[in-house]
């Protein structure tokens, strides 16, 4: 049975395994959390102990992962842990200090957990996913004709459907995508694959596989052909990862690297890919077991334990503002037309403002050397003149009042009285100053001092 984590933002950490069983841990701890006795410690820690020797993925490490269970319970380790929440953190570290499996961990349900929970997960939750728009919060076309989709997570196929195809519908006329997966926690694998399709074409291909211990079962994950819905296969893609990063949102990540459709920018994921689902330990105690490996068809391998690593590395917080300015700087290197060439190069030069006003750290041009007439620098179009009013900055731009220019940082600058998306910004490049000229109502344009 296939199975999933994902993680989101509303305090809970969900584990699912469609059409067979659901439960839920909240990750708060409310102001009274449950408490141990000898004998509650002794039987969840014997359950464990044969649960991760019967079922976790790998063999051998199931073997070492049950008897540190019992060597602890027999040198009496956590006899002094007297709640139950501290017990689960507890186990869950002993744990990792032995499988390095992220998805392995043991918890405490402040509400019983059925031993054999069955059925769709509840109304609830699909409530939940509904109101998050399928984990997909945000969808905007960036300047450059570039579009950006945040990907929070990746829920069961059936309930993420509509906001993909939504998602794509309104992207599918950009020239480039961003997905950004910095905080994508994961999901259903169906729904990697779903996305996958999104960005090929033609016949449907195996992007992944579960490798499950019980049975030695082999499960495949395909796209499926989109025909004229698909964004496509060949224009340029770019994923944003994070630590934070993990499982299913790895697994979209990893697929599209893979397979050289899309250039990973960011930092190293988190690295957590055996799939799994939850196995009830009684008492409330429940361990996320791990018991398949997730195999990629090309690599033979995956991001277990060692995570996503990026193309081209950037802190994770910055990485939107640098993927946005490759993503301009591969649409102008196949530019065709002069003009589009020379309305990327603008988008550039904004990018490349906005980046250094944010740094601190950019030189700026002395108000003396701005003064002056500017032009396009190719074709006919307004002129700009920069003026001096008694020490300040003022802007004269043919059929237009004049506007004085509020400094905002690095060398940007604000026209008084504007409306929102006016902005004017200045560099030096080859010894000659030039002016970006931005509107709220067409792409800016570069003009050159006279």
Same mark, same amino acid.
């Given at each position: 049975?296939? !199975?999933?984590?994902?993680?989101?933002?509303?305090?809970?950490?969900?584990?699912?395994?469609?059409?067979?069983?659901? @439960?839920?841990?909240?990750?708060? $701890?409310?102001?009274?959390?449950?408490?141990?006795? #000898?004998? *509650?410690?002794?039987?969840?820690?014997?359950?464990?102990?044969?649960?991760?020797?019967?079922?976790?993925?790998? &063999?051998?490490?199931?073997?070492?992962?049950?008897?540190?269970?019992?060597?602890?319970?027999?040198?009496?380790?956590?006899?002094?842990?007297?709640?139950?929440?501290?017990?689960? /953190?507890?186990?869950?570290?002993?744990?990792?200090?032995?499988?390095?499996?992220?998805?392995?961990?043991?918890?405490?349900?402040?509400?019983?957990?059925?031993?054999?929970? !069955?059925?769709?997960?509840?109304? $609830?939750?699909?409530?939940?996913? /509904?109101?998050?728009?399928?984990?997909?919060?945000?969808?905007?076309?960036?300047?450059?004709?570039?579009?950006?989709?945040?990907?929070?997570?990746?829920? %069961?196929?059936?309930?993420?459907?509509?906001?993909?195809?939504?998602?794509?519908?309104?992207?599918?006329?950009?020239?480039?995508?961003?997905?950004?997966?910095?905080?994508?926690?994961?999901?259903? %694998? $169906?729904?990697?694959?779903?996305?996958?399709?999104?960005?090929? &074409?033609?016949?449907?291909?195996?992007?992944?596989?579960?490798? =499950? /211990?019980?049975?030695? /079962?082999? *499960?495949?994950?395909?796209?499926?052909?989109?025909?004229?819905? !698909?964004?496509?296969?060949?224009?340029?893609?770019?994923?944003?990862?994070?630590?934070?990063?993990?499982?299913?949102?790895?697994?979209?990540?990893?697929?599209?690297?893979?397979?050289?459709?899309?250039?990973?920018?960011?930092?190293? !994921?988190?690295?957590?890919?055996?799939?799994?689902?939850?196995? %009830?330990?009684?008492?409330?105690?429940?361990?996320?077991?791990?018991?398949?490996?997730?195999?990629?068809?090309?690599?033979?391998?995956? =991001? $277990?334990?060692?995570?996503?690593?990026?193309?081209?590395?950037?802190?994770? #917080?910055? #990485?939107?503002?640098?993927?946005?300015?490759?993503?301009?700087?591969?649409?102008?290197?196949?530019?065709?037309? +002069?003009?589009?060439?020379?309305?990327?190069?603008?988008?550039?030069?904004?990018?490349?403002?906005?980046?250094?006003?944010?740094?601190?750290?950019?030189?700026?041009?002395?108000?003396?050397?701005?003064?002056?007439?500017?032009?396009?620098?190719?074709?006919?179009?307004?002129? *700009?003149?920069?003026?001096?009013?008694?020490?300040?900055?003022?802007?004269?731009?043919?059929?237009?009042?004049?506007? @004085?220019?509020?400094?905002?940082?690095?060398?940007?600058?604000?026209?008084?009285?504007?409306?929102?998306?006016?902005?004017?910004?200045?560099?030096?490049?080859?010894?000659? *100053?030039?002016?970006?000229?931005?509107?709220?109502?067409? +792409?800016?344009?570069?003009?050159?001092?006279?």
């Amino acid at each position: 049975m296939k !199975s999933f984590l994902l993680t989101v933002s509303t305090g809970f950490i969900v584990t699912l395994q469609p059409g067979a069983a659901f @439960a839920a841990a909240s990750t708060a $701890e409310p102001p009274t959390p449950g408490t141990l006795d #000898a004998h *509650v410690r002794k039987e969840v820690l014997d359950e464990l102990a044969r649960q991760l020797e019967s079922r976790y993925a790998i &063999e051998g490490t199931a073997k070492k992962l049950a008897d540190l269970v019992r060597s602890k319970q027999k040198s009496n380790a956590y006899k002094k842990i007297t709640s139950a929440p501290e017990l689960g /953190r507890a186990l869950t570290n002993d744990l990792a200090a032995v499988a390095h499996d992220k998805h392995l961990r043991v918890y405490y349900s402040f509400t019983p957990i059925p031993k054999a929970p !069955s059925g769709p997960p509840p109304a $609830e939750f699909a409530s939940l996913v /509904r109101k998050l728009n399928g984990m997909i919060p945000r969808v905007e076309v960036l300047d450059g004709n570039v579009g950006y989709m945040r990907v929070n997570g990746v829920p %069961p196929v059936d309930m993420a459907r509509p906001s993909v195809v939504a998602a794509f519908a309104f992207l599918h006329n950009t020239d480039a995508l961003i997905i950004d997966n910095r905080g994508n926690g994961g999901g259903d %694998p $169906e729904t990697v694959a779903l996305y996958n399709s999104y960005l090929s &074409e033609g016949k449907p291909y195996v992007v992944n596989t579960f490798h =499950w /211990r019980e049975g030695n /079962r082999v *499960v495949e994950f395909k796209t499926t052909d989109l025909g004229d819905l !698909s964004y496509g296969a060949h224009k340029p893609v770019f994923v944003l990862t994070s630590p934070a990063t993990f499982s299913g949102g790895e697994e979209l990540s990893y697929d599209l690297q893979v397979l050289k459709r899309a250039v990973i920018v960011g930092e190293v !994921s988190g690295g957590g890919a055996n799939p799994g689902g939850p196995v %009830p330990l009684g008492h409330q105690f429940a361990v996320n077991m791990p018991s398949g490996q997730a195999v990629n068809p090309v690599t033979g391998t995956s =991001w $277990e334990g060692v995570g996503v690593k990026p193309d081209v590395a950037v802190p994770s #917080a910055a #990485a939107l503002g640098k993927v946005h300015a490759l993503a301009i700087e591969r649409l102008t290197a196949e530019a065709s037309d +002069p003009a589009s060439r020379s309305e990327l190069n603008a988008i550039a030069m904004k990018l490349e403002t906005i980046e250094e006003a944010k740094s601190g750290h950019a030189v700026r041009i002395a108000n003396q050397d701005l003064l002056g007439t500017y032009a396009l620098q190719s074709g006919p179009g307004a002129t *700009v003149t920069i003026l001096d009013n008694q020490g300040h900055l003022t802007q004269h731009t043919d059929g237009f009042p004049d506007a @004085a220019l509020t400094f905002f940082a690095g060398n940007r600058y604000t026209p008084e009285g504007l409306a929102v998306g006016y902005a004017t910004s200045f560099r030096m490049k080859d010894g000659k *100053v030039e002016l970006l000229l931005e509107v709220p109502f067409g +792409p800016p344009t570069i003009r050159s001092k006279q």
